[in-house]
């Protein structure tokens, strides 16, 4: 088992400057996952690490070696290639072969791997299919299989799965995740996708614009984040972001009244602060501060739309009866805990802690 470190690694091309000092650990047997909007640069990253892109400073270790100034061959990783790097002329099975290539493996339990990594793919009916004559989503399981079949210490995955259909992703994944956690792989899996992110990984590592912007493990980024991006882009359902007033050790909030401001942050007192409230935090109570404008039933909850004084919707989600509800057109007031509020400056957008 191996881990993966970096160390104020970065990357330009030419005067331009893609990737920022990035500092990373990734434990041994971990499930790590890069995750981040598009531009993020965590393709980049990952490249990088597994030594198809050289880097322009810092330092790549896998465990206790530094593979820097390594060939991608030399590396000991195996990284997840797009589907034109497939051999259109050979069939599935060879190209899964093609994985095996670097290790020393008997033909004859060579076959075998072959067999079971398309088993596990739902690859087994195509086998001897030649990969020009796939449809894309088949393609992209090939070349899976190709990475997979070898069972290398440390995988990188970039969005392995983008092209099939929900269901069968949805299953794949999990049963992706948990055959590389029995056989002890260090998985570092790239996606856009947060959910997807909060749901396979121990540890996350949040991108934005080549920076780190958040590293930890999923509960944590989502209940304690560093900035407001964080917040916002983990956050399931939208997170409402407010503009208070911090005056006199009080935060006015529009629409929602006042609440006090921790006695910490008292050198905010004439300044304006970001906070984010959860939907799952605002209660519905007696009252007309807000009209409903909205309403969706998503899963066990309820999502409502609500406008009142503020200079944005808000959207609570609550488990309550839909039928005891309020429709869209009524009025009701709403109520929420100090404690649940997040609190950011508004400029650097860092949480006020």
Do not use: W
């Amino acid at each position: 088992m191996s881990g993966v470190s970096l160390r104020k690694v970065v990357k330009r091309y030419g005067a331009l400057q893609v990737i920022h000092d990035i500092d990373i650990d990734v434990a041994a047997g971990e499930v790590c996952v890069f995750v981040g909007p598009q531009g993020c640069c965590k393709s980049t990253l990952m490249r990088m690490i597994a030594g198809l892109e050289k880097t322009s400073g810092g330092v790549i270790c896998i465990g206790a070696q530094d593979v820097t100034a390594l060939d991608a061959a030399q590396r000991g990783v195996v990284m997840a290639y797009p589907t034109d790097e497939l051999v259109p002329h050979l069939t599935v099975a060879e190209n899964i072969a093609l994985g095996l290539k670097a290790v020393d493996v008997r033909a004859g339990d060579a076959a075998g791997c072959v067999a079971d990594t398309a088993r596990f793919l739902k690859l087994d009916d195509c086998l001897h299919m030649k990969v020009r004559k796939l449809p894309e989503d088949q393609r992209q399981r090939t070349a899976l299989g190709r990475a997979i079949v070898r069972r290398a210490p440390v995988l990188l995955l970039d969005e392995p799965l983008s092209v099939q259909d929900a269901r069968l992703r949805a299953a794949l994944r999990e049963a992706l995740v948990q055959r590389l956690r029995d056989t002890g792989t260090t998985l570092i899996y790239g996606t856009h996708d947060p959910a997807e992110a909060m749901r396979l990984a121990d540890r996350i590592v949040v991108l934005r614009a080549g920076r780190v912007e958040q590293a930890g493990a999923p509960q944590d980024l989502c209940h304690d984040p560093d900035t407001l991006f964080v917040a916002e882009f983990l956050a399931s359902p939208a997170l409402n972001v407010l503009t208070a007033r911090a005056d006199d050790g009080m935060l006015t909030l529009p629409g929602l009244g006042t609440a006090p401001l921790p006695r910490h942050l008292f050198a905010h007192n004439g300044t304006t602060v970001a906070v984010g409230l959860r939907p799952q935090h605002l209660a519905l109570v007696p009252g007309d501060s807000h009209r409903v404008t909205g309403r969706d039933v998503v899963g066990d909850g309820t999502h409502l739309t609500l406008t009142g004084g503020g200079e944005r919707a808000l959207t609570v989600v609550t488990a309550q009866s839909a039928t005891a509800l309020p429709q869209v057109g009524a009025r009701t007031g709403i109520r929420f805990r100090y404690q649940d509020m997040l609190l950011f400056d508004p400029v650097s957008s860092r949480r006020l802690r």
